[in-house]
């Protein structure tokens, strides 16, 4: 940040929110504290402290104990917490993301989870091509034939992935499904690598479909989101730019779940 923007930022920052937003920050990092050490932490004069002190105390942000008279984060935060999560659901956070990769390409969109081994579709935007590979929100299919369930188990524990071939199977759902442990390892590597999964014709003969996966606040996989169709419409010279696209899909959903941006260049070295 240059020093014109430095100044601006110091001219406009209210100093008394900041400090209050500091002592919350403090509090969440270690645990609970007095009075004194509050003051002596943030620098600042104890007066001061207690005046944020007793404001944050009545609007519940945080709360004092009666046996040592400590201070830690009240009900509020927990309250502001849930109404995040309750808010930012994974549909709800990837509708707008899948309708504007819906408009750019006007292919069938989905988003998926895992769910008892299977790949359930939860949200889909079909496309507009007279000819478009759909199925229905509520429907279920093989992880190893989906590029979401690729996209998907590529990021679950190597003895999750163990079990989930050992419980449901490698079913073949056409010539080219991957129906050997071996070869779904590599293909899960490969996704971890350059940040999508493909299915070419392993699910419908004929369309491809091309997935990311979408993490939540903690960086743990939360689900994927595909555009499918016929294979026409994803010829291999445009599947590098095609699944640019979808990762950056997949990332817009992520950062509304709270997971960290990917770099534009890191994405790029990827695929």
């Not at 073949?172 to 940040?195: C, N, S, Y």
Request: hydrophobic share 35%.
């Amino acid at each position: 940040m240059n020093k014109e923007a430095t100044d601006k930022q110091e001219r406009y920052t209210i100093q008394s929110i900041d400090k209050a937003l500091d002592l919350i920050e403090l509090l969440a990092d270690r645990g609970s504290l007095n009075l004194l050490e509050l003051a002596e932490l943030l620098d600042q004069p104890k007066s001061s402290t207690y005046r944020i002190v007793l404001t944050l105390e009545n609007r519940g942000y945080i709360s004092r104990s009666d046996e040592d008279g400590k201070y830690c984060l009240g009900y509020k935060q927990l309250m502001l917490t849930r109404n995040l999560l309750e808010r930012n659901n994974l549909r709800s956070a990837a509708w707008n993301e899948m309708k504007k990769l819906s408009d750019l390409y006007g292919d069938t969109i989905n988003l998926g989870v895992l769910m008892e081994g299977e790949v359930l579709y939860v949200e889909i935007i079909e496309s507009t091509q007279p000819l478009r590979m759909t199925d229905t929100v509520g429907s279920r299919a093989p992880f190893n034939a989906t590029a979401i369930g690729k996209a998907i188990t590529a990021y679950l524990p190597q003895e999750t992935v163990e079990k989930l071939i050992h419980e449901r199977g490698l079913p073949a759902l056409t010539e080219h499904t991957i129906v050997t442990k071996d070869r779904l390892m590599q293909e899960l590597e490969q996704v971890r690598i350059q940040g999508y999964s493909m299915d070419d014709q392993e699910m419908v003969e004929g369309a491809r479909c091309l997935a990311a996966p979408i993490f939540n606040m903690y960086g743990s996989i939360q689900g994927a989101v595909s555009m499918s169709g016929a294979m026409h419409r994803f010829p291999l010279d445009k599947l590098r730019d095609m699944a640019r696209q979808i990762r950056l899909t997949a990332d817009g959903i992520s950062r509304k779940l709270g997971h960290p941006p990917f770099h534009a260049r890191e994405m790029d070295d990827k695929i």
